[in-house]
């Protein structure tokens, strides 16, 4: 978060899923002490195993802000932005709904590159946006009523959302609706770093 210039007490939910391993329960206890002098920060847990969407959709309920920023755990970012001049960029261009920060080069690759939809540019105030027609869950922002009125509406628990949404920018038409950006121009470089959650591990005193 010490790369995206945030305001100060900007509200964090830290959103998990259920589960009761009890190594689970010790890292709960560990975070709660952890973030004991820090007001801003709440944890939300589940009562039900949700997956990513479920997880999404009860932190949904917390939120309260215009625009929600959705970061992964194993998603760090590596490089600066700022991220209120994001929002506004955002708000000039309400054709941009969701703007993802790539793990890789702004390139036509992967999901990016499913169809002709990629590449084309928006040149903010602030910033540049490429247009991908790849709807991915992987960190990014948008309106917190895009995620009410549409996303979660579409997808259901149990399943990562970017599975779900898979092609559903066929062509223009349906681009207006999803409006799925990347942050930055074409070939900007990589903005995050996938750790591979599955694989990491944390001591307690980080």
């Avoid at 960190?139 to 009410?148: E, F, G, Q, V």
């Amino acid at each position: 978060l010490r790369f995206l210039n945030l305001n100060e007490n900007t509200p964090i939910l830290l959103a998990h899923d259920y589960n009761d391993h009890p190594k689970y329960l010790e890292y709960l206890e560990y975070l709660k002490d952890y973030i004991k002098h820090k007001s801003n920060i709440k944890i939300v847990k589940r009562e039900s195993n949700g997956h990513l969407t479920g997880n999404i959709r009860h932190a949904m309920q917390f939120v309260t802000t215009k625009y929600v920023l959705i970061l992964q755990h194993d998603l760090p970012f590596i490089r600066k932005v700022n991220i209120n001049k994001v929002m506004n960029d955002m708000d000039i261009y309400p054709t941009m709904k969701h703007i993802r920060f790539n793990k890789r080069k702004n390139i036509k690759a992967h999901y990016d590159g499913i169809n002709n939809l990629f590449g084309k540019e928006i040149k903010a105030n602030h910033y540049s946006y490429t247009r991908t027609p790849a709807w991915s869950d992987q960190n990014h922002i948008c309106l917190t009523s895009y995620y009410n009125d549409l996303i979660l509406k579409e997808c259901k628990d149990g399943r990562f959302m970017e599975n779900q949404l898979y092609g559903v920018n066929k062509d223009e038409h349906a681009h207006q609706k999803y409006g799925n950006y990347l942050f930055g121009s074409v070939n900007h470089p990589t903005m995050i770093n996938h750790t591979n959650g599955r694989l990491l591990r944390l001591t307690p005193n980080i």
